[in-house]
Nanobody, 120 residues
Framework: VQLVESGGGLVQAGGSLRLSCAVS????????MGWGRQVPGKERELVAL??????????SYADSVQGRFIISRDNAKNMVFLEMNNVLPEDTAVYYC????????????WGQGTQVTVSS
């Protein structure tokens, strides 16, 4: 599984930004996807997760972004998105696309990351 993020950049506090993740490779065994973020000196934090069953998507969020960020996916285009609204300076981080697959065991994949900087 390969993940390539895009859409990062500089945004003012209170503004919006949309991150995209192109997914390729063996996709049938993916059990969930999401977005994490990391700032220097801190552990990577998973902020949004989306799972898909036969009928619908289920999303969950870290408390720090609940109500402001929205994760979605386009299965036909193999894309995952993170819509970031009402951003705060503390949202500044490198954002990584994430996927887990179950093939005898769980494998976790991360993209190369895209920088998001929120100015106050």
């Amino acid at each position: 599984v390969q993940l390539v993020e895009s859409g990062g950049g500089l945004v003012q506090a209170g503004g919006s930004l949309r991150l995209s993740c192109a997914v390729s490779g063996r996709l049938l065994d993916i059990i969930d996807m999401g977005w994490g973020r990391q700032v220097p000196g801190k552990e990577r934090e998973l902020v949004a997760l989306i799972t898909h069953d036969d009928t619908h998507d289920t999303s969950s969020y870290a408390d720090s972004v609940q109500g402001r960020f929205i994760i979605s996916r386009d299965n036909a285009k193999n894309m995952v998105f993170l819509e970031m609204n009402n951003v705060l300076p503390e949202d500044t981080a490198v954002y990584y696309c994430y996927a887990r697959e179950l093939v005898a065991r769980i494998n976790t994949y991360w993209g190369q990351g895209t920088q998001v900087t929120v100015s106050s």
